[in-house]
């Protein structure tokens, strides 16, 4: 079992910054691929970004590309989504996830066993 804890939301302008940070009590990231999806009321919850274990590769949604950053710490005990240039329409709350499901999940939820409990992101207009 895997215990995951997000951390880092909270209230933004526009066009502003924030980290988000996923840790695992008790273990390393070295044994997952370890994602972000956010939900908004109403609407299912989406793929934000992903890194794989297997070389670090990353992944993100098109929405997000260019302006997230997802990267993990040199001891695999931290996974960071560096969030910039904020927009309305990134408020929700963030889910970190972890699992160990092959290439083609990477943006699936069903690639994922593990999740923890959100964080939520607003930004203000």
């Known amino acids: 079992q895997v215990q995951l804890g997000e951390s880092g939301g909270g209230l933004v302008q526009t066009g502003g910054s924030l980290r988000l940070s996923c840790t695992a009590s008790g273990r390393t990231f070295s044994s997952y691929n370890v994602a972000w999806?956010?939900?908004?009321?109403?609407?299912?919850?989406?793929?934000v970004a992903a890194i794989r274990r297997s070389g670090?590769?990353?992944?993100?949604?098109d929405s997000?590309?260019?302006?997230?950053?997802i990267s993990g710490d040199r001891a695999k005990t931290t996974v960071f989504l560096q969030?910039?240039?904020?927009?309305?329409?990134?408020?929700a709350i963030y889910y970190c996830a972890a699992g160990q499901a092959v290439l083609s999940h990477t943006r699936l939820e069903s690639g994922?066993?593990?999740?923890?409990?959100?964080?939520g992101v607003t930004v203000s207009s």
């Open 64 to 69: 997000v590309k260019g302006r997230f950053t």
């Open 112 to 119: 994922y066993l593990y999740w923890g409990q959100g964080t």
């Open 56 to 61: 670090g590769y990353t992944y993100y949604a």
């Open 37 to 47: 999806f956010r939900q908004t009321p109403g609407k299912e919850r989406e793929f």
């Open 83 to 91: 969030m910039a240039s904020l927009k309305p329409e990134d408020t």
